[in-house]
């Protein structure tokens, strides 16, 4: 007998215990912006999805390929000009 899963949709930070306060940590990510006018799609451990000209293909720690609306990157992101920072890192560049 399968069950259906529990609905999250009411959760608030207010409303549930116990709720953490998280640090997203410093992992440094490779990124490169595509300015194609019609998009671009890639796939995803999710499937296809697509970007929008302007938005971001990022890499993930495993090797991992997706996209990244241009403003959430902008927000999230800093780009790294230091190469100093880049030494110790798994990125390729």
Same mark, same amino acid.
């Given at each position: 007998m399968s069950r259906e899963p529990f609905n999250a949709d009411? +959760?608030?930070v207010r409303n549930w215990e116990p709720m953490l306060a998280c640090r997203k940590k410093p992992i440094i990510v490779s990124a490169?912006?595509?300015?194609? +006018?019609?998009g671009f799609e890639v796939t995803t451990m999710e499937g296809k999805l697509r970007g929008k000209p302007g938005d971001y293909l990022m890499f993930g720690v495993n090797g991992e390929k997706y996209p990244c609306d241009k403003e959430i990157f902008e927000k999230t992101y800093d780009i790294i000009t230091n190469t100093e920072e880049l030494k110790d890192s798994e990125v390729e560049l």
């Amino acid at each position: 007998m399968s069950r259906e899963p529990f609905n999250a949709d009411d +959760i608030t930070v207010r409303n549930w215990e116990p709720m953490l306060a998280c640090r997203k940590k410093p992992i440094i990510v490779s990124a490169t912006q595509l300015n194609f +006018i019609e998009g671009f799609e890639v796939t995803t451990m999710e499937g296809k999805l697509r970007g929008k000209p302007g938005d971001y293909l990022m890499f993930g720690v495993n090797g991992e390929k997706y996209p990244c609306d241009k403003e959430i990157f902008e927000k999230t992101y800093d780009i790294i000009t230091n190469t100093e920072e880049l030494k110790d890192s798994e990125v390729e560049l």
